[in-house]
């Protein structure tokens, strides 16, 4: 029983969690998309994942973000919390820069997919906030090796899609409904980001 213990509390410290909880994440993440194409039907998904593939589009930023965080913390450890309040204040304000310009691209995103629902198309715009948060949160762990942090984060960036998602999509099987599960469940990681952060190293 101790060795499991110990055991467990070196996974913990060690990147091998991270790699647990992307593949959890990978598995809920195509868990939703089986259970959203049973439910939906044909047309509904057809537009569900034209939607989910712009906001994929959109993460780009999110990695870059993430990626560009951790190689400046890695590189100059010395000055981690200085350089962490550059990476938060930078990725706030490229959130609330690239949730802008889709919301005032949704008239666009709406006739591109056919959607005729411009709230619809708006959810994209809404999603991408978190999610880009979430990038800066990510890389800013990553950097800092700390492991479970970034673990948790994408957990939280997995299950709760699953889980709430299905709920949604099952209360009203609509690609609304859907996008609207998405939307909710993407600020569930820039929490749990936000969690550890502010608990300090």
Request: charged share 10%.
């Amino acid at each position: 029983m101790p060795s499991s213990r110990g055991a467990f509390r070196t996974l913990l410290r060690s990147g091998s969690v991270v790699a647990v909880a992307m593949a959890v994440m990978n598995v809920a993440t195509y868990g939703f998309q089986l259970v959203s194409a049973r439910l939906l039907g044909p047309q509904p998904y057809g537009a569900f994942a034209a939607l989910m593939n712009t906001l994929l589009v959109v993460t780009v930023l999110q990695l870059g973000l993430q990626a560009t965080a951790a190689r400046r913390i890695a590189a100059d450890p010395t000055h981690v919390q200085q350089i962490e309040r550059v990476v938060l204040a930078v990725t706030y304000r490229a959130a609330v820069v690239l949730g802008a310009v889709l919301l005032l691209s949704a008239p666009l995103i709406d006739r591109a997919l056919r959607l005729e629902s411009l709230p619809t198309a708006a959810l994209v715009a809404l999603s991408a906030v978190p999610l880009t948060v979430m990038g800066g949160q990510a890389g800013i762990l990553q950097g800092e090796r700390r492991w479970h942090a970034l673990a948790a984060i994408y957990l939280a960036a997995g299950v709760p899609r699953l889980l709430l998602g299905t709920v949604f999509i099952a209360v009203e099987p609509t690609e609304a409904a859907a996008m609207a599960g998405v939307t909710v469940t993407s600020f569930a990681p820039a929490l749990v980001g936000w969690w550890f952060l502010r608990q300090g190293h």
